[in-house]
């Protein structure tokens, strides 16, 4: 940790003494694409009866702990049971959880950057050895007779689909060969698992395989960033331990409210979601018509770009257009990407705009 005192230094367990703290290099601007959140905002009726909801919830009153209403709703959009279902505070928590309860010292992550560097730092925070399987340096795609040739020596193993920053998607009949090497966890982070295509997501393999986890949140698609609610899909026995290890109260009643009401009114966000998915497409064609400029396919919300100078780019996006996107530049293996989130189309128009004008400036 750059800039930790002495005096802490002295006191701190030496793998937290290294770890960088996770920073989404957040500033304020009159564009955000840079956290992939749904750029849309809450569909009008939807937020209408989240405030309804939320006027009725009790506030000295302690939530109910495991949530279960929530899980019910959820339980019954994913076809399984109350039983397979963990809801935390955030998708962020449930990974935490995850290693607090599968992770640690004497136990192996098999991970595969570039990819969300969350998983990297909570391994490290919790003393859990690293396995890296590194994707393909020019696609990004997995490496997977690497993988399967780590995997039976895992305990844990994390593949995100479609993959933050990069956009590709994992073939389920991968995610099953996986989870038969693998004798320990296979998560799939599904946490952009809506904009991808139909038949992309491995949820139904969780009636075969009962060491798979599925991560979803209510952050992306379903326009929750701001509340906080994430879960996990697994077999009964996973997420008793999911359960033993989460703390009591951490979705809160408003979070269980709102998250509740958005379960009911999934369906009147798959319009915007289409949307997204068509803007994600044209934002594409028109950032890679710019000299310059490589754009990757992406299953997701959002769009990895390489170009010369992206630092510079990026910082000029910031302070001359008010525009933000994240800097991938300085992370191995994503040297000149920038990650963009698919915004609106007058957001896109602009961002695409003051790309053209910076790059030719710059190069
Ligand atoms: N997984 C991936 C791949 C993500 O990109 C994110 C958010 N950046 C999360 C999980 C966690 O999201 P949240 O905590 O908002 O649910």
Redesign the pocket.
Known sequence: MAGLSERVRALVRSDVASLEPYDPNFTPCKINLS??ENTYGMPEAVRSAIDAAIVRTQTNRYPDPMSNDLRDKIAAWHGVRRENVCV????????FNFFLAFGGPEKTLLDCPP??T?YDIYSRMLGTRLVRCPRDPQTFELDLPAMLEAAPTADMVIV?SP??PTGNVIARADVARLCEACPGIVMI?E??TEFSDEGVSCEELLGTYDNLVI?H????AYCL?GV???YVLAAPDVIDVLGAVRQPYTADVFAQAAAEVVADHRHEFDATIQQIRQERERLAAGLAAIDGVQVWPSQGNFLLVRMPEAGVVRARLRDERSILVRDFSAAPGLEGCLRITVGTPTENDELIDAIATIVKEVA
């Open positions: 956290a992939n935390g505070n955030g998708g962020d928590e449930l990974l990819t969300f969350v995100t993959n933050n982070d946490a952009y991560l949140t209510f952050s992306k960033a906080r609610v994430g």
